[in-house]
């Protein structure tokens, strides 16, 4: 696959198939691609990681101080904006913290992971639950690993009228978010009610409350000292859905493209497939991939969760030699991303093939695709 830098072609309406490459990673054992990664890509920095995170909560204060003292409702938003980003940069870190990448699976790393992942007002112990083993250990065998699994045309034919419009909005590049909001953040965290012992075990409980915590208490401040209900919506909800947004979409542009496939029978599937076949790594200038913590370095991160954040860029380059025949690499431009929405709409998970709404099987064959 490599490097692509070609511009969008147009989509054809007999659907875009996927690389068929991706099925020679089946020889490959992910342990074998890990061998790839040189040891500094493992050493760990306290210096780094608490430096990113001092950088991370001294901006996330600087703009949440602003939303409390700016006049005004316009420029209070506008900085909730802002905000928002702020909250997004802490969550990549607690992100790391979770996956042990930080510290190991320490005090240091649940404390501090658990709090930053507060302004994102997701659950720490629910968000590893789901992320750890579902989408690390099944990444785009969507039977398990849901997250942004893409709908066949058949399930989008049998679908209702209006769970139609709302996946077109999940899928469209200004809708994004609604997808993370309506498949995770709600029903794995907010409501989610796995059996009382596995509850338990996972602190499930304790960490709802620490987040209605911190919700309660950051509404009432920011209700009392930051202008009323204004202030709210510009201190906690406006951050929540910006940093809402920006994950969706890093998230979809982790593992969906045209030429990247899903998967729904376990047999064609596999670790090195799902790990090194179906993840990313989307190109940004190397000064906004290091503020943003690598979080588009995406395949590295799949092969092995244990490399920090900020040893991304290196494990890229040492996976290249190895695997760079089977990642996907690109530089991010708005127009690819605009064509990578505009073609990843269904997929055919037996045609191993991608479909706009309007192209979609059923209509082709009843000749009713647009002109
Ligand atoms: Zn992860």
Known sequence: MALLDAPPAPVPASGVP?????????????????????PEVYERSNAKAFGWLAFDVALYAVLLAGVYVVPGILLKLLLGVLLGVAVALLFVWAHDAAHGALFGFTGTAEVLGSIAM?????????????????????????????IWAPK???????????????????????????????????PAMVTFRPPKDVRKRNHFTRSRLVTLAYVVV???????????????????????????????????????????PFFDQRDEWCASIGQVACSTIVRTPKVFETLTHGILVHTPHHVDTKIPFYRLQRAAADLQPVVGDHMLEYRFTWSDVRQIFKTCQLYDYRAKTWYRFRDEPGRVAAGLEAA
């Open 218 to 260: 950051a509404s009432v401040l920011a209700f009392l000292f930051a202008g009323g209900i204004g202030g709210v919506i510009a201190a906690v909800v406006v951050p929540w859905v910006v940093f809402t947004y920006l994950l969706a979409f890093a998230v979809y542009l982790h593992h969906t493209h045209p030429s990247l």
């Open 18 to 38: 996927v690389d068929p490459g991706y099925a020679e990673m089946r020889k490959v054992k992910l342990g074998t691609v890990r061998a790839a990664f040189s």
């Open 152 to 186: 066949s045309p058949e399930q989008y034919q049998a679908s209702s009228r209006w769970s139609r419009f709302v996946y077109r909005v999940e899928r469209s590049l200004p809708g994004c978010a609604v997808h993370y909001v309506l498949r995770v953040w709600w």
């Open 118 to 146: 507060l302004p994102s007002i997701n659950m720490y112990r629910l968000w590893i639950y789901g992320h750890n083993k579902a989408h690390h250990g099944f990444t785009s065998f969507t039977m398990i690993d849901w």
